[in-house]
């Protein structure tokens, strides 16, 4: 009996073809109380070894309250590159919001040749709340 959810690639004729041919997944959970490192997703991009980052993508999964919950998701310079705070429904359970096709100026991905963080700002004064950031890659 096959497994309907068993994953197969098709056969490749030469096994350097089948490398890269795959999106990953990078994925970074943090709750109100994470700051520095914590609220750092780490994209180990090399000259040799490039990156596609194709799109981020953030899901609260306990809602976020005290003071005026507020989350920017940005590249370390720019807080709100991949996903302004004004994008995200930090109140509410579930909520997902995705970089790709939103107005920040870094929706449309990024080609990557040195190392990269996505990182996550939070307001102040919050008091409870948990989230996942999810960064959707290609390797070449």
């Known amino acids: 009996m096959t497994n309907p959810f068993?994953?197969?690639r098709l056969a490749t004729r030469d096994p350097a073809d089948g490398d890269a041919m795959m999106t990953e997944f990078l994925k970074l959970d943090y709750d109100y109380l994470d700051t520095g490192a914590d609220l750092t997703l780490p994209i180990a991009a090399t000259a040799t070894n490039p990156i596609v980052l194709l799109n981020v993508v953030h899901i609260v999964k306990v809602a976020f309250t005290g003071g005026t919950p507020a989350i920017d998701v940005g590249d370390g310079t720019t807080a709100d590159a991949y996903i302004?705070?004004?994008d995200i429904t930090e109140g509410t359970i579930g909520n997902i919001i995705q970089?790709?096709?939103a107005?920040?100026?870094?929706?449309t991905g990024e080609y990557?040749?040195?190392?990269?963080?996505i990182t996550v700002t939070l307001s102040a004064d919050l008091a409870t709340g948990t989230a996942v950031v999810l960064a959707e890659i290609f390797r070449l």
């Open 6 to 8: 068993e994953l197969q």
């Open 112 to 117: 990557l040749t040195a190392a990269r963080a």
């Open 103 to 107: 107005g920040q100026a870094k929706a």
């Open 99 to 101: 970089s790709r096709g």
């Open 84 to 86: 302004a705070a004004a």
